[in-house]
């Protein structure tokens, strides 16, 4: 059965760089035909799609996160990162990892099950 996992600092001071891990189980990360997405929910207001990582390596972006948005992968641990630079108190949200298929890369199947990330200093 698919599992994703999150992993990372629960708090992160204003300017620097959040980092979210996802480690999946239960199928690769490079199986065609799938994508690997990262989405948060700030307190109070809806989910908001941030990136994803396709099954080949291509990224794609949210254009309001573009600039601050970072995703890789490490195939070798199924595990796949996001990096979000400059964060401000605005950035914190519970973050999810999840799974999508092609060809859209929002057709979320599969979910993690969120971590809560707080910008504070």
Known sequence: QMQLQESGPGLVKPSQTLSRTCTVAGGS???NFYYWDWI???????LE?????????????SPSLNSRTSISRDTSKNQFTLQLSSVTPEDTAVYYCARASFPDYTAFGHWGQGTQ???SS
């Open 49 to 61: 799609w941030m990136g994803a990582i396709a099954y080949r390596g291509s990224t794609y972006y």
């Open 117 to 119: 990330v707080t910008v």
């Open 40 to 46: 948060r929910q700030p307190p109070g207001k809806g």
């Open 29 to 31: 990360i490079t199986t």
